[in-house]
């Protein structure tokens, strides 16, 4: 609310026009009102399916903007077998996937399994794949494995697997290498 304060030392026609403007502008003030509520906020509902080392395994509705790690907990956090380095708890959740959570050793012991493959396709899934099965790839090593993380981080999912040559360090010869080896 505006206040206006005069203070009048004799009446003339210019204070009586400041008066009246002021007051104008005090009714022309709109009414403050407050913020949307959360709830009125539509936020869109994600629907992800968790399994393997954690308590509760199921589908779980999720907003948009979680992370795995909050999944992790509405599935009543991870068994005391899960193998806690397997899975990117700090990656944005995205409706439809299924977060696989492994068995201590059974990442390492088992080239086709983990978060990052695909069940029994033997295929490196470079939307998912950890940096360790990244560098099981035939030309991938520490470095452009890191570089596939960080670019999937930053742009998204790989809508197919010729998009990998859009990673720094990857050209044509590398990706002859690892074609047949990945999926998305």
Excluded: H, W
């Excluded at 397997?86 to 983990?114: C, F, H, R, S, W």
């Excluded at 090593?141 to 720094?168: L, P, Q, T």
């Amino acid at each position: 609310m505006a206040v206006c304060l005069l203070v009048l030392c004799g009446c003339s026609r210019e204070q009586d026009l400041l008066l009246e403007t002021c007051s104008q502008q005090e009714e022309e003030i709109p009414e403050q009102t407050d913020p949307p509520s959360v709830s009125e906020n539509k936020e869109t509902e994600l629907y992800i399916y968790i399994c393997g080392e954690v308590k509760k395994p199921g589908v779980y509705a999720m907003k948009s903007g979680d992370r795995v790690y909050q999944l992790i907990e509405k599935a009543g956090g991870l068994t005391e077998k899960a193998e806690t380095g397997a899975v990117n708890q700090a990656q944005l959740l995205e409706d439809g996937v299924m977060i696989y959570v492994p068995a201590k050793g059974e990442a390492a012991a088992e080239t086709g399994a983990g978060a990052g493959q695909e069940s029994g396709a033997g295929k490196v899934n470079i939307n998912t794949a950890t940096e360790e099965q990244l560098m099981s790839l035939n030309g991938i090593g520490e470095g452009k494995a890191k570089s596939i993380i960080a670019y999937r981080e930053e742009k998204g999912k790989f809508n197919s697997i010729e998009e990998i040559m859009n990673v720094e360090g990857i050209k044509e010869g590398t990706y002859n290498k690892i074609k047949d080896s990945i999926t998305v």
